[in-house]
């Protein structure tokens, strides 16, 4: 059953990670919508194959596959690291760079480190980088499953070198404790810290999530009238 109501639009957002959740939530300050995870629904859903070769492509499959499943209007993103270094890698395979199982943290710790192992001496004026995310927005009470609308935010940085990491025999822990993922190897020179250094507010207002969320807000706002 979908779980929006006449005063209350519930939006539901493709993910269970609680960090995604959280900072959507903290860019979007809005009564009159409530955005809710996967986590809340009376069942669980599989989750899709994202085989698609871009951001957008896997944002508009996963907001059409949760927005049927469920019947409730859905947000869905696909977000990365870029590295130019590296032609565009690791993309669209940031989540499983290193190829390896386990637990979130153990996982992200591996990807940063086989990511400093691919970029080996690279100097720092080669090692920018960006984050991305491609956003989707489908409405699963519509025959349409066509997106809404799709948009694209990014945070401009490069990637740490492992001398410039606090412990350099662990280089993947970078500096920083305030993020997930590749953020803390993510150097932003304007702010001269890492993305895991920053404070939440100041993450949220140059993060590529927070991009991505403020340019898709002006197509949620009309159905929260």
């Given at each position: 059953?979908?779980?929006?109501?006449?005063?209350?639009?519930?939006?539901?957002?493709?993910?269970?990670?609680?960090?995604?959740?959280?900072?959507?939530?903290?860019?979007?300050?809005?009564?009159?919508?409530?955005?809710?995870?996967?986590d809340v629904l009376p069942e669980k859903i599989d989750e899709p194959a994202e085989d698609q070769d871009t951001f957008e492509g896997n944002a508009v499959l996963k907001a059409r596959y949760y927005a049927k499943a469920s019947g409730m209007l859905?947000?869905?993103?696909?977000?990365?690291?870029?590295?130019?270094?590296?032609?565009?890698?690791?993309?669209?395979?940031?989540?499983?760079?290193?190829n390896t199982d386990g637990p979130r943290a153990e996982r992200d710790a591996a990807n940063s480190l086989a990511l400093l192992k691919n970029l080996g001496d690279t100097p720092i004026d080669k090692r920018t980088a960006r984050f991305v995310c491609a956003m989707a927005l489908v409405d699963g009470r519509q025959d349409s499953d066509e997106p809404l609308a799709t948009v694209r935010g990014t945070l401009e940085g490069r990637i740490l070198t492992i001398e410039e990491a606090d412990d350099s025999a662990r280089p993947e822990h970078g500096r920083g404790s305030n993020g997930f993922g590749y953020d803390p190897i993510v150097f932003v020179p304007d702010l001269n810290k890492t993305v895991a250094q920053l404070t939440a507010d100041e993450k949220n207002g140059i993060?590529?999530?927070?991009?991505?969320?403020?340019?898709?807000?002006?197509?949620?706002?009309?159905f929260t009238a």
């Open positions: 059953m979908p779980l929006w109501s006449s005063s209350i639009m519930q939006i539901l957002i493709a993910t269970s990670n609680p960090h995604k959740l959280d900072e959507i939530r903290a860019v979007i300050h809005d009564p009159t919508v409530e955005f809710v995870s996967l859905c947000l869905a993103d696909d977000s990365g690291l870029e590295v130019d270094a590296l032609n565009g890698e690791p993309g669209i395979r940031s989540a499983r760079y290193s993060s590529h999530r927070g991009d991505a969320v403020r340019k898709m807000w002006p197509h949620i706002k009309p």
